[in-house]
């Protein structure tokens, strides 16, 4: 697991630690696990629920996922909700795209949670998403405060606001598994 670090213009947090971790799997998968730790009776999080795709998920507290092939343009966007919830989204460039509405891609998201812990697992199948070889991932965690606040988590913070999507941020880089 590798620590996330807040955003620069976070509001205070009840959050102690943020961290998250990635492994690309033998059957072309790429397994993630995200960890949320402090005081979440002071954050905002939807409850569990049956998994099914959600819109604007990033607006809430959830944790994403930006995968992309090195050395292209194009990557796809997951967001995973606390709620069972998730979207995924493809981009041609930069911010240029929209959403996936494939029930197919359910990424399987499972949760443990305790008064301090909040655990986030989930597992994206790579194959579908037509990417292989090497893959760039920005992980990143959205995190909402009781009193509407919004904090942001990521490996890397590209200059500027809080901006995801901006190459800078897919700060891990994992080759794909050789059989």
């Known amino acids: 697991m590798l620590d996330l670090i807040p955003h620069a213009g976070n509001p205070a947090t009840p959050l102690r630690r943020v961290a998250a ?3 690309r799997t033998r059957a072309g998968g790429l397994a993630l696990n995200y960890v949320l730790e402090g005081d979440l009776a002071r954050l905002r999080i939807a409850p569990p629920g049956p998994s099914r795709l959600g819109d604007q998920l ?9 995968i992309g092939a090195a050395g292209r343009t194009d990557y796809h966007e997951f967001n995973l909700s606390p709620s069972g919830e ?18 197919t891609l359910n990424p ?18 790579l194959r579908r998403l037509g990417v292989s070889g ?3 991932l920005g992980l990143s965690v959205v995190a909402e405060h009781e009193d509407g606040a919004i904090s942001y988590w990521a490996l ?4 500027g606001k809080p901006d995801f999507h901006h190459r800078d941020a897919f700060a891990l880089e994992l080759d794909e598994i050789r059989h």
């Open 21 to 23: 971790g990635a492994t």
């Open 108 to 125: 399987q998201i499972a949760i443990e949670r305790t008064a301090r812990t909040l655990e986030l697992s989930a597992l994206i199948d």
């Open 134 to 136: 090497t893959i760039r």
């Open 86 to 103: 998730w979207a995924a989204h493809a981009f041609a460039r930069y911010r240029e795209g929209g959403p996936l509405d494939d029930e």
């Open 156 to 159: 890397k913070h590209a200059p």
């Open 58 to 66: 990033w607006r809430h507290t959830c944790c994403e996922a930006f």
